[in-house]
């Protein structure tokens, strides 16, 4: 299909007479330019300018991002501008046209070994025969069914053979209708079950069965070596042995010898020129079928003439016929009677026989009897043992020795191995293996929707059918001794299956360089590291040390089963979700099978070998946790996700369906942080705090406010969550982060507290810091935000926390040595006084500090009793605390008091005058001037010359007014472009007793201000509320002046917002001298109990 087009612009039909000149004008436009110009583009932006989204890799294409594009025409018109970020429909058919799904490394790899620049991209020809049935066939048909079937059948029986075949095949055949449904579910590059797996459960299980999979195959190709090694050493060059020590320990040996050369041959050609050897791969298989069909037509055979092998036995035990051609004790040669060489192995020279040996004949029966033989009935059922337990025919008769006799040095058949039927699983399940290379080769497909899933499901009903076949053909023709004699040893040292096999007894020997070559069908062909490479041989090489076909088997056992697993609970999940995009063109899937299939896998594991099972998922296991310890930044829309969301939403429905019990209730914090300038966060040890707090446990979320509208401030609010999530990472703090824009900030925090959470996983509990600079501020916003947070919170149930000083809290690297925490508990707040510190001790931070509590008794009070009941009630509530009881006794009111009352009433209203508008300050000199003229008319008696005379000059008047409110003309005046001079908020006695004197130099400088400075004429409810303030403050400086951290009580704001402006003032005396504060206001229930 061509890459490129040449797009001219089509006018209508009435614009006929000109669309040839416009055609002929035009320029032609490749749309491979027009989509490849602006990647460069792209690249060179900031990853956050535009829309600050990262874009996401096309889930069709593996082609470049779409950018700024010119069109030339008129049609596209109305989409000119959605054109710049949404690509033409031609240019997405043109790119999904000319789709590969090699990598770049593999395509640059294939180019340089063949030399030849490949310009174009040829689309893939195979079909489902070639393409997937073929290699399905190669990579499950191997050595066990050559090497081992023959054994296991014997062992376990033509029932239990049958058994272990069907599991294991039903485990596959599940396993591929599960594959075919993730398969077809869209396209699936290079990668098989890795990419299956990661794409639809996450990369974190798809890098943990990922690397299962991997050391499967890895083994694999240990498997198979130690199996061509068998071959080699066992039948085909037996005296080609480097050791010559005792038959079992010299057999490791030479294996482990011969399989290291095998092995480093091996991968020599995997390094130079393994596409050669992919080649061949039909003409292997051709040797394997061929193999196969001598089996059958070997069986067919038995029923015209039996194969000329014998089985000597001696009594009922079957023996080794290497070391001798005659099974007779004597022979008779020239009318002589000569003892034969098997009596020469059981006699010595003084002619002293072993005891079975002269209590039993020798019989020689036919190895192969035939497919009419009957002996199909003998071989019904298995006959398991322990390792060295002599090989014996049961229906045979058999006089038993009385004495002890070393049968390990006679030329009896032993079993190598302990046998049972789980382990037989496990040596057998490998030879059903290899059904996913279909879809490791889709890119190679025609339509590989289609071949996956009808040439993966016919290539496991044909193995399956000819493991079935073999298992009750070898059964009915086979004697049990043979099929129990795993090396032939009974038989001249001839594989089994080979002397079945027809029309040559060594069909099957040449079979032995297929298992061989199998090990290719599991590596990369193409751009694999040389590193890699290493590393896959290095694995390889502890299979082939461990030297032993039957131990290495159920290693990879594991491994494969636990990638079908993951395969099934894939597709398992994906169905039950009903994801919108779940939509495979494979039909004939349920969740239920896949469940099954998965129930299987992890069964077999177990029955294989639970120990190797531990192992594969510990290793599964520790990767997964690697993965997600590291941060799996891929999102692949994954099961996983969706099924978290599908549990997410279960859970918060579930939250909402009761209330929330006491005992269930700990602080769920919404975090009001604040950002700089810069938009980092401004106070990062109110994190620190909150970790310490939390201690990773519920819910937090930490939110911020920034001031504008989200279309002018979008950037600046996704770089503020940004930085949130990088300070909560830093201080290793879960939850999340949400920054949000308003027009102010009062009304973005109460946007916040108001809606912030989602249905029963809301947060109960505000934590913000103390507006330390409301002070100095020169407008009230600060302090107003703070005073109506502290409302809407009371109003909302929730409670407030507010942390005075907060970055003098220690960070969580830090550790307190010792001190106390101090409660000072006066009123009752539902316990969260008490639970607060309990929490924080449970942090390594706090770990060391013991708790405190104080409470307040009066004249009324029993201070004894107080402290009584109250260590009572702690040991009830189960916390660890010391008990104080402070006693504050009536007393007068102290000058301290009046004057601090004093100073917050003249500051406040000088706040209030400064706070006027231009307006405001125009009609208060205009009725100040009124009040004082109707005062002196009153004072002085008509006709008196002063009065129509004020006692301040207008521009007096003017003076001072606009001395005191020059700051709140400043949006005025900067509209003007004139500067005002800055007002200092900050009052000390001398600028107190200036204050004073000035104000009493006239009579209508008193009455303007209306302040009277005499203290008789102070609120007594706000003197009241300074005398507890500065009473409380002196006894919690008296008593936790040197402690870690003071909890106190928050007292409420005034119902009237008229006391607004002294509301601040209380709260600074009552933390006043202290370092570590915690201002705690409870939500008005109770978050502790003494009950279980």
Sequence with gaps: MPTNFTVVPVEDEEGGSNSAAAAGSSKPVSLGNIFGEEDHEDNLQDPHSGDDCQRESSQFLNSDDDGEHYYEGKNMALFEEEMESHPMVSSLLNKLANYTNLTQGVREHEEAEDGVRRVAVVVPQMGTFIGVYLPCMQNILGVILFLRLTWIVGTAGILGSFAIVSICCICTLLTAISMSAIATNGVVPAGGSYYMISRSLGPEFGGAVGLCFYLGTTFAGSMYILGTIEILLTYIVPTATVFKESENAAMLNN??????????????????GVKYVNKLALVFLACVFLSILATYAGVIKTIIEQPDYNVCLLGNRSLKNEMFETCAKTTVVKNKTEFTDLWSLFCDSNATCDEYFDLNNLTEIRAIPGLLSGVIKDNLWGDYGPAGMLIEKKDQPSVEAQGTSNDMNKPYVFNDIATYFTLLVGIYFPSVTGIMAGSNRSGDLRDAQRSIPIGTIMAIVTTSFIYISCVVLFGACIEGVVLRDKFGYSVQKNPVIGILAWPSPWAIARDGIIPFLQVFGHGK????????????????????????????????????????????????????????????????????????????CLSLMFICSWYYALVAMVIAGCIYKYIEYRGAVKEWGDGIRGLSLNAARYALIRLEEAPLHTKNWRPQLLVLCKLDSDLKVKHPRLLSFTTQLKAGRGLTIVCSVLEGTYMTRGNDVKTGEQNLKAAMAAEKMKGFSHVVASSNLRDGFSLLIQSA??????????????????????????????????????????????????????????????????????????GLLMLLPF??????????????????????????????????????????????????????????????????????????????????????????????????????????????????????????????????????????????????????????????????????????????????????????????????????????????????????????????????????????????????????????????
């Design 757 to 830: 959470g989602l249905g029963g996983m809301k947060h109960n509990a505000v934590l913000m810091a103390w507006p330390a600079g409301w002070g100095q501020a020169r407008d009230s916003s600060a302090r107003r935000n703070f005073i109506e947070t502290v409302r809407e919170t009371t109003a909302a149930q929730q409670a407030l926390l507010v942390a005075k000083n907060i970055d003098h809290f220690p960070g969580n690297q830090e550790r307190l040595k010792g001190g106390t925490i101090d409660v000072w508990w006066i009123v009752h707040d539902g």
């Design 525 to 600: 062909a193409n751009g694999e590291p040389t590193w890699a490479l290493l590393l896959t041989v290095g694995i390889c090489e502890i299979g082939i040390l461990i030297a032993s076909l039957d131990a290495v088997a159920p290693i990879l056992s594991m491994f494969f089963l636990m990638c079908y697993l993951f395969v099934n609970l894939a597709c398992a999940v994906q169905t039950l979700l009903r994801t919108p995009n779940w939509r495979p063109r494979f039909k004939f899937y349920h969740w239920t099978l896949s469940f099954l299939g998965m129930s299987l």
């Design 255 to 272: 294996m482990r010898v011969y399989g290291t050369c095998c092995l480093l041959l091996m991968a020599l050609v995997v390094f130079v």
């Design 839 to 1092: 929490l924080l001790s449970q942090h390594k931070v706090w770990r060391k500090c013991q708790m405190r509590i104080f409470t307040v008794a009066h004249m009324d009070d029993n201070s004894i009793q107080m402290k009584k009941d109250l260590q009572m009630f702690l040991y009830q509530l189960r916390l660890d605390a010391v008990v104080e009881v402070v006693e504050m006794h009536e007393s007068d009111i102290s000058a301290f008091t009046y004057e601090k009352t004093l100073v917050m009433e003249q500051r406040s209203q000088m706040l209030k005058q400064m706070q006027l508008s231009r307006t405001e300050r125009e009609r208060e000199i205009q009725s100040i001037t009124d009040v004082s003229r109707s005062s002196i008319k009153r004072k002085n008696p008509p006709g008196d010359p002063s009065s129509n005379t004020l006692c301040i000059p207008e521009d007096k008047a003017q003076l001072i007014h606009d001395r005191n409110t020059a700051s709140h003309s400043k949006m005025n005046d900067k509209a003007a472009g004139a500067t005002p001079d800055r007002v200092h908020m900050t009052w000390t006695k001398d600028k107190l007793v200036n204050e004073r004197n000035r104000q009493r130099e006239g009579m209508g400088v008193k009455d303007m201000f209306n302040m009277r400075p005499e203290w008789e004429n102070l609120s007594q409810s706000n003197v009241r509320r300074m005398h507890t303030a500065v009473k409380l403050n002196e006894a919690v400086l008296k008593k936790s002046c040197d402690s870690q951290l003071v909890l106190l009580n928050m007292p409420g704001p005034p119902k009237n917002k008229k006391g607004d402006d002294n509301y601040m003032e209380f709260l600074e005396v009552l933390m006043d001298g202290l370092d570590r504060v915690l201002l705690v206001r409870g939500g008005g229930r109770e978050v502790i109990t003494i009950y279980s």
